[in-house]
Nanobody, 125 residues
């Protein structure tokens, strides 16, 4: 079982930036694709971005393209989400998750089998 821990959330003004981190431990050799999701109050969990093991492929939700960047450091078992030009609509709890299927980048939360506890991001207007 993989354990994931997010950090880096906080309160930021609109137009600001944050970098979220996702630290993996446990059976890290099972980590292939890692995704970021977010959930705002009263809304369903939604896909934000994902990156495969070799960092060859990435995928982004349309709402964050050009503003967010996902990256990973496999040597450190870390995945990052750099968020620029933040908007109040980006306010949510952000989760990282791992998908054990090789070479798959999916936006479906059910395809990810390990999740972190989440980190709150609040963007003020």
């Amino acid at each position: 079982q993989v354990q994931l821990v997010e950090s880096g959330g906080g309160l930021v003004q609109a137009g600001g930036s944050l970098r979220l981190s996702c630290a993996a431990s446990g059976r890290t050799f099972n980590i292939y694709t890692v995704g970021w999701f977010r959930q705002a109050p009263g809304k369903e969990r939604e896909f934000v971005a994902a990156i495969n093991l070799g960092s060859i492929s990435t995928r982004y939700a349309d709402s964050v393209k050009g503003r967010f960047t996902i990256s990973r450091d496999n040597a450190k078992n870390m995945v990052y989400l750099t968020m620029n030009s933040l908007e109040p609509e980006d306010t949510a709890v952000y989760y990282c998750a791992s998908d054990p299927i090789v070479n798959r980048i999916t936006t479906v939360p059910a395809n990810y089998n390990s999740w972190g506890q989440g980190t709150q991001v609040t963007v003020s207007s």
